[in-house]
């Protein structure tokens, strides 16, 4: 995992390569949630036809994730963009991510649980970009400041190796990318959610009088 790589420069470099060349490429864009998304939806969208790919297994009330997928779809609706957005969701299955968490349910969030939570969401996605032909595939997960973008870099561009199918290198905490989401969640009165989705990090939210 190497932490000196500028992924907004690399991003910044193949906008740039896309644009000279004047195509729209199609991007599946895992999300994880409706604010989260909202700054990358609105960037991105200017240089791809977005699919975001709503799958996020980690979320462990049932009520919860419909409560985040309702909220994504309405952002899709309703948030203005010069290619097309669309929406796909993957099969909400929490045992995968309990799974993954056997003997780390003790680790404070931002540890190996939460890299083989990365894995396993961005595995999925990689997937499907592969099944359905997409030409790039990333995630929303590094607009977060609680998230190691890049841990979330490496494993994408594993990932991209294994299916064939290019990963786009980001950082969209960078630019102000955390604080637009948030005037942007303001904006469209988007449920923000005061913990990551799992039962873990729901413990550690509690206990930091965060909920």
Same mark, same amino acid.
């Given at each position: 995992?190497?932490?000196?790589?500028?992924?907004?420069?690399?991003?910044?470099?193949?906008?740039?390569?896309?644009?000279?060349?004047?195509?729209?490429?199609?991007?599946?864009?895992?999300?994880?949630?409706?604010?989260? /998304? #909202?700054?990358?939806?609105?960037?991105? /969208?200017? +240089?791809?036809?977005?699919?975001?790919?709503?799958?996020?297994?980690?979320?462990?009330?049932?009520?919860?994730?419909?409560?985040?997928?309702?909220?994504?779809?309405?952002?899709?609706?309703?948030?203005? $963009?010069?290619?097309?957005?669309?929406?796909?969701?993957?099969?909400?299955?929490?045992?995968?991510?309990?799974?993954?968490?056997?003997?780390?349910? $003790? !680790?404070?969030?931002?540890?190996?649980?939460?890299?083989?939570? +990365? %894995?396993?969401?961005?595995?999925?996605?990689?997937?499907? $970009?592969?099944?359905?032909?997409?030409?790039?595939?990333?995630?929303?997960?590094?607009?977060?400041?609680?998230?190691?973008?890049?841990?979330?870099?490496?494993?994408?561009?594993?990932?991209?190796?294994?299916?064939?199918?290019?990963?786009?290198? /980001?950082?969209?905490?960078?630019?102000?990318?955390?604080?637009? #989401?948030?005037?942007? #969640?303001?904006?469209?009165?988007? +449920? %923000?959610?005061?913990?990551?989705?799992? !039962? +873990?990090?729901?413990?550690? $939210?509690?206990?930091?009088?965060? !909920?």
């Amino acid at each position: 995992m190497n932490s000196n790589i500028n992924y907004q420069k690399l991003l910044d470099m193949k906008l740039s390569e896309l644009s000279e060349k004047g195509i729209v490429p199609t991007l599946l864009l895992h999300s994880c949630c409706a604010p989260c /998304s #909202s700054y990358v939806l609105e960037y991105l /969208s200017e +240089y791809f036809r977005i699919t975001v790919h709503y799958y996020n297994p980690n979320i462990t009330d049932k009520e919860e994730y419909e409560k985040r997928v309702k909220e994504q779809k309405r952002l899709i609706k309703e948030l203005p $963009a010069k290619n097309p957005i669309s929406f796909t969701e993957g099969e909400y299955c929490p045992d995968r991510f309990f799974e993954i968490s056997k003997g780390l349910e $003790a !680790i404070p969030e931002g540890g190996e649980r939460c890299f083989r939570c +990365y %894995r396993l969401r961005l595995s999925e996605a990689a997937d499907y $970009a592969k099944e359905k032909g997409f030409d790039f595939f990333t995630t929303t997960l590094s607009i977060s400041p609680m998230k190691n973008a890049a841990k979330l870099n490496e494993i994408g561009g594993e990932e991209a190796e294994r299916v064939g199918v290019p990963y786009l290198f /980001s950082d969209f905490k960078k630019r102000e990318g955390y604080k637009r #989401s948030i005037v942007l #969640s303001a904006e469209y009165g988007l +449920y %923000r959610q005061s913990y990551c989705g799992c !039962i +873990y990090s729901l413990q550690q $939210a509690k206990k930091e009088n965060r !909920i």
